[in-house]
């Protein structure tokens, strides 16, 4: 089956500041590559996605950028604000969801 | 819409005792699964089910139960719980398996004695 690793596990970044975070998957029929965000206490919520036919997707002041040969994805999240501290997981899609180990984000003011 | 709801919050048990987590979703979704969240590991799936009477087993399934005899309701079943099932347990669903887009409920924080 899929395997998908992320790193780093935690992120401190100073607000304003860029955060990126990789994420690596091991079967190349996965296709579907969403990013969700999980705030203390809550479910994971969507982001951002991204197909395999696709190499960049861009929503305001996050990005996500795929490599298919290397089998790697990546997030960009620009300008960071304080309720961008959250945890972040990557997932890869070979019909059943596959999660990253998650990264903790922490934006310091 | 409510979306993905999970009951309870929070449960305590312990070692040996049984119960069910409920999950429903009011989305006419087909595709629901079953993760556990424990720290460090991500998600990982227990169960899902892509229609109703169809279910499947995920990369984590034992010591767990499920049932799919609606297209609304995928409850999970402890048959006897054990400290290793600690954790935290996300309800998810998705208009089909082809569609991609997942939703997620709040979650049911499970401690077991």
């Known amino acids: 089956g899929e395997n998908v690793e992320q790193h780093p596990s935690t992120l401190s970044v100073q607000e304003g500041d860029s955060a990126v975070i990789k994420c690596t998957y091991s079967?190349?029929?996965?296709?579907?590559f969403p990013w969700y965000k999980q705030e203390l206490g809550k479910g994971p919520q969507l982001i951002i996605d991204i197909r395999s036919n696709v190499g960049e997707k861009k929503d305001q002041r996050i990005a996500v950028t795929l490599n298919k040969t290397a089998k790697h994805f990546s997030l960009h999240i620009t300008e960071t604000q304080p309720e961008d501290s959250a945890v972040y997981f990557c997932?890869?899609?070979?019909?059943?969801?596959?999660f990253g180990a998650g990264t903790t984000v922490t934006v310091r003011a | 819409n409510a979306g993905v709801t999970q009951t309870p919050k929070f449960q305590v048990l312990k070692t040996g005792q049984s119960m069910t987590l409920q999950c429903a979703q009011d989305m006419n979704h087909e595709y629901m699964s079953w993760y556990r969240q424990d720290p460090g590991m991500g998600l990982r799936l227990i169960h899902y089910?892509?229609?109703?009477?169809?279910?499947d087993q995920g990369e984590v399934p034992n010591g767990y139960n499920v049932s799919r005899s609606t297209t609304e309701d995928f409850p999970l079943r402890l048959l006897s719980a054990a400290p290793s099932q600690t954790s935290v347990y996300f309800c998810?669903?998705?208009?089909?398996?082809?569609?991609?887009?997942?939703?997620f409920g709040p979650g049911t924080r499970l401690l077991v004695l």
């Open positions: 079967d190349s029929a996965s296709n579907y």
């Open positions: 089910s892509v229609g109703a009477g169809i279910t």
């Open positions: 997932a890869a899609n070979d019909y059943k969801l596959s």
């Open positions: 998810a669903s998705r208009s089909d398996w082809s569609q991609e887009t997942q939703y």
